[in-house]
């Protein structure tokens, strides 16, 4: 089986700064893309940013000069940085990761979700 943990959000004024952080353990072989997504409240869940096993990122527009994804495939771990940050760019941040297990199945995996809140 395979879990993951996410870390690292809060309350934070406008133009403050946060990191995300979400692990992946137990039988992973390989990870595959990762990437963070977000919901607000009332809103559908929507991508924020991405990242390939080969570390090409992808950011929504509404994040680009602002957030920064990385991703260590040693430690099976996504990151979000995020800065600049806006009262819009409240709601729960959910991470999410494929992995391709020892068993060599494939797992589209979320995290339990992290709230951030940003006040004005």
């Known amino acids: 089986q395979v879990q993951l943990v996410e870390s690292g959000g809060g309350l934070v004024q406008a133009g403050g700064s946060l990191r995300l952080s979400c692990g992946a353990s137990?039988?992973?072989?390989?990870?595959?893309?990762m990437g963070w997504y977000r919901q607000a409240p009332g809103k559908q869940r929507e991508l924020v940013a991405s990242?390939?096993?080969?570390?090409?990122?992808n950011y929504a527009d509404f994040v680009k000069g602002r957030f920064t994804i990385s991703g260590d495939n040693a430690k099976n771990t996504v990151y979000l940085e995020m800065n600049s940050l806006k009262p819009e760019d409240t709601a729960v941040y959910y991470c999410?990761?494929?992995?391709?297990?020892?068993?060599?199945?494939?797992?589209?995996?979320w995290g339990q979700g992290t709230q951030v809140t940003v006040s004005s």
């Open positions: 137990g039988s992973i072989f390989k990870t595959n893309a």
């Open positions: 999410n990761v494929v992995v391709l297990t020892i068993a060599f199945t494939v797992e589209n995996l």
């Open positions: 990242i390939t096993s080969g570390g090409t990122p």
